[in-house]
């Protein structure tokens, strides 16, 4: 049972738009960072977005985030095929006095 | 260019024990803190420990406190994991991870994995 909680699959299609929540606690995301990692089959999570919103360079404008209480959500425009992976939120628990992630969420672009 | 090269991954018996490396090279090692995450095949990411940039500070998962160390040596640009008293429930992909921002809540760069398998 993870400490934040997300989806365990969405599916939109080609084009289209799909969100994915992380939802959490006082100890988690409402007082620290969130981050979101994308993990393509086969290869080691990708940094997608850190301090809520903000991307890393080479990340497409397509991938955004967003954080208002005690959830978080990514958002995903212009689907592609390529964007069909698993994703994950992380952030520090300032309780637990660790990193915490969601259990991931599977991306099927149909 | 930013580079992580996990390795010291293998097949142990259960109550064995390993030491996990992570090489870092392309960055100024010692102004990073460091973790470790593990992914048991087809299941999700699980925080293991992390390290300040200096040692001052390490952290870990309940689930491996008393069990596993985390260390680094600067001049070495090197990460470790001493994994003792290994359970089968330890089998899993262990990355090391890059903190960017310095306070544990965003890994910009990851190695490649490395398989512990617990196994008699």
């Known amino acids: ?110 | 260019e930013v580079q992580l090269v996990e390795s010291g991954g293998g097949l142990v018996k259960p109550g064995g024990s390993l030491r996990l490396s992570c090489a870092a090279s392309g960055f100024t090692f010692s102004d990073y803190s460091m973790t470790w995450v593990r992914q048991v095949p087809g299941k999700g990411l699980e925080w293991v420990s992390s390290i300040s940039s200096s040692s001052s500070y390490m952290f870990y998962a309940d689930s491996v406190k008393g069990r596993f160390t985390i260390s680094r040596d600067n001049a070495k640009h090197s990460l470790y994991l001493q994994m003792n008293s290994l359970r089968a429930e330890d089998t899993a992909v262990y990355y090391c991870a890059r903190d960017g921002g310095g306070y544990y809540d965003r890994f910009d760069y990851w190695g490649q994995g490395t398989l512990v398998t617990v196994s008699s």
Do not use: H, M
């Open chain 1, 1 to 110: 049972q993870s400490v934040l909680t997300q989806p365990p699959s969405v599916s939109a299609a080609p084009g289209q738009k799909v969100t994915i929540s992380c939802s959490g606690s006082s100890s988690n995301i409402v007082n620290n960072y969130v981050s979101w990692y994308q993990q393509l089959p086969g290869t080691a999570p990708k940094l997608l977005i850190y301090d809520n919103y903000k991307r890393p360079s080479g990340i497409p404008d397509r991938f955004s985030g967003s954080k208002s209480g005690t959830s978080a959500t990514l958002g995903i425009t212009g689907l592609q095929t390529g964007d069909e992976a698993d994703y994950y939120c992380g952030t520090w628990d300032s309780s637990l006095r660790g990193v915490v992630f969601g259990g991931g969420t599977k991306l099927t672009v149909l």
